[in-house]
């Protein structure tokens, strides 16, 4: 077991210094600077050149990325060009939101999906069970800035039960802070619920048609039981697989989502970084989240060995 | 002990739950009154002087200010000053008398030595600073008195200093003098930065140190109340987010908003729409650098090609939002002009004459806009197609704005760009008249009108000189102006004393 969980944890921080080295280049090649952003769109082209090379940005490419790998190598991510902090404290400052907005999202995804991909499976063929596979389909395809945008229409203008934007008032507490996150939320766990709800069903109708679970119910056992207890414990893997992969996508930023509802979180702070040409944010930002995939899928394959003795093998 | 990257992560991330997780009353007390504004997104500095975008002005006009400002009809009268200056015989001499007893947020009060070292400040880092600076001899400090002394006669310089972008700002010397963009943002305005959470929230308090200048309101000018415990500056990029926020009561004003969405607002009690004035130019800026538009007759070409109205429906839709007028200057301001020949005369055979002259072959004419502001892309591809009309090849290069205000730094990479100009008091400062700006427009007949206007102190001539420069833009077709535009915003009908400027103030608004 540690021998594969090593393999795969150097499989990983290969894919992170791929990551760091494609950042650093396409951000640099793409068109656009920070100083062009920074001085607004009546700037002259002296004045621009003036600034970018106050900013280090006329350097040789190579000299900045030997700079920023120095940087790296004592933990430092370096300074973010407009938000006048270390870019560390940047992300720190957002990673509660994003945390906060992705707890939310995945348990309200996996209270809707997973009881009710249960029960598409065990009404397979019969009754309203039917109608669930083709809801999630539907659901699954609708987009989160639509859902987010129908949201607000709905329950923040027109009922006026949340706000529209924000993350609260400076004097606001967790809870307030809590409201402002609802709605986002539901918006992100409606199409992920659809996604959980699918994987549940088609791993539990499999893991049904068994013969164990055949001899479950021949032995007497009650069918909550046969169907909680014995199905959907060897169900869970691939339950795991998606939940797993759906947490690191939110805090790798649910960038659409957090820009409809103005959200001050990591998907917002890449792209306002993306657009200001920000660079040591978008590297530093990029590099953050490809080692929360890392951890997470690290996390998944150790959670994988717990629950399935095959594995661990 | 240095704490490591992923420590100090950590520790900001905690700090921040654990701060935030503490119930409201443990933390500040909320405010009584507070005029929540959405903004079109984060501001790239909270220091005026080093950038002239639209959305720092809005913000940090409230904390900085300038000697000189703007009245309801761009006229320029005192703010820090005590009174408009005297000028020598020669015109080369300003001499400007201080208001005393100005504090600053810091308590300090405003001296002869801060106005001196901010002025040098601004001439060293302000795009409208540097315009200034090669004209400015010296700035001295006298008693209560700031000179001003130039090498030649220079008629922008007062609406230099009253511009509330690229801003003249007067700091304290200290902070002056620290280097550039500031890091402590001190000012004299009547609100003071209270917190600035990236992203987030810009807070401004009550200033309650705060010395106004005197006289009735007008414009920016005359005098400023700070009538609100705070004003909150949100940044909410999405622009229907902002209409829903203005719906939903959660802010009290917004700008920027689709133009389509004026209607939400005619049938709201709650929340009006403001179409206000005056109206920016839109404009399709040419490189007369490149080997294809340098020639003359093919911009003339393409004034004769496109048709005005057409762009601007397919750009704003509503009439209301524009006006179908060729001048540089909208209609009610000193420099407008109706004499726009070739505007608004599309006629594909004149232009397709005027390219046969010019003896073109084809060559592709790289069109640059941006998918980022709505409009210019709209009116784009209607230019697009209209040009093609006429025989000329079009590309459309479609990028983001970062894109282009790169892209248009090489003559070698575009023919053609749009873009606006916000409103601005001084011609001179329109960026299409800058031979530095992309476009270069830099012709010895262009110079010698601009310099004859920028000498002449008289309003009146003045006026009569800025129809020189209008009419040989026509003529060398430099830039084709596409119309006037304005922007739609709404505002909290609990909202009292707003003027409508072009630059949203909060200073004297009050909520009912």
Sequence with gaps: MAARLASRLLGMLAVMAFVVTLTFVIVRVVPGDPAAAMLGNEATAEQIAALRARLGLDRPLLVQFAAFLADLARGDLGQSIFLDRPVLVAIGERAELTLALTGLAIALAALIGIPLGILAAVGQGRGRAQVLPTLAMVAASLPSFWIGLTLIKYLAVDLRWFPVSGYGPPEAGFLERLHYLILPATALAIPNSALILRFTRLSMLEVLQDDYIRTAHAKGLPSRTVVLRHALCNALTPIITVLGLTVATLIGGAIVTETVFGLPGIGNLVTSAVVRRDYPVIQGALLVISGVYVVLNILIDVIYMLVDPRIRA | ?512
């Design chain 2, 1 to 512: 002990m240095r704490k490591t990257g992923l420590q100090g992560l950590l520790a900001a991330a905690v700090i921040q739950a654990i701060v935030s997780t503490a119930p409201a009353t443990a933390q500040q007390a909320a405010p009584t009154s507070v005029i929540n504004v959405a903004t079109i997104g984060e501001p790239p500095t909270l220091d005026p002087a080093t950038t002239t975008s639209d959305v720092v002005s809005i913000i940090t006009q409230h904390v900085f200010e300038t000697l000189y400002t703007f009245t309801a009809r761009w006229e320029v009268a005192p703010l820090l000053a005590a009174a408009m200056p005297t000028l020598s015989e020669d015109g080369k001499l300003y001499t400007i008398p201080l208001r005393t007893g100005v504090k600053f947020h810091n308590g300090k009060t405003m001296s002869a030595d801060d106005v001196v070292a901010s002025l040098k400040r601004w001439m060293e880092v302000s795009a409208r600073g540097k315009l200034a600076a090669p004209v400015v001899e010296s700035v001295t400090a006298s008693g209560d008195t700031v000179a001003i002394r130039l090498r030649q006669p220079f008629a922008p310089l007062l609406p230099l200093l009253a511009m509330n972008n690229g801003a003249a700002v007067i700091v304290p010397f200290e902070i002056a003098t620290a280097g550039s963009p500031i890091k402590e943002f001190i000012g004299t305005g009547p609100y003071r930065l209270i917190e600035h959470r990236p992203d987030q929230y810009i807070r401004l308090g009550r200033f309650d140190g705060y010395v106004s200048p005197k006289g009735t309101p007008d414009g920016y000018a005359g005098e400023r109340k700070a009538l609100v415990d705070e004003l909150r500056f949100a940044p909410v990029p999405n622009a229907n987010t902002r209409v829903s926020g203005m719906l939903s009561g959660q802010f009290q004003f917004a700008d920027s908003l689709p133009s389509e969405t004026i209607s939400q607002f005619e049938n709201s009690r709650e929340v009006k729409p403001l179409v206000a004035g005056p109206s920016w130019p839109f404009v399709i800026i040419n490189n007369t650098k490149s080997k294809l538009t340098g020639n003359p007759l093919v911009r003339q070409a393409m004034l004769a090609a496109l048709g005005a109205e057409d762009l601007l429906t397919a750009a704003f839709g509503n009439p209301k939002f524009f006006d179908v007028d060729g001048s540089i200057y909208s209609a009610g301001t000193i420099y407008h002009d109706s004499t726009t020949p070739g505007y608004n005369k599309p006629d594909p055979k004149k232009a397709a004459e005027l390219l046969k002259r010019a003896g073109y072959k084809g060559e592709t004419l790289r069109l640059i806009t941006s998918q980022q502001f709505d409009f210019m892309y709209k009116m784009a591809v209607v230019a697009k197609q209209q040009l093609e009309d006429a025989g000329f090849k079009v590309e459309l290069l479609v990028m983001d704005w970062a894109s282009v205000v790169r892209q248009r730094e090489d003559p070698n990479a575009w023919e053609s760009f749009t873009s606006y100009n916000t409103f601005v008091p001084e011609p001179s400062l329109l960026t299409f008249v800058n031979p530095a700006y992309a476009g270069w427009w830099d012709t010895p007949e262009k110079a010698a009108a601009l310099d004859a206007f920028n000498r002449e102190m008289d309003p009146a001539k003045r006026a009569e000189l800025w129809k020189v420069v209008q009419r040989l833009l026509y003529e060398q077709a430099s830039t084709l102006i596409v119309g006037q535009f304005r922007n739609l915003a709404a505002i909290s009908a609990k909202l009292d004393g707003y003027q409508p400027m072009p630059w949203s103030a909060f200073w004297n608004v009050s909520i009912k």
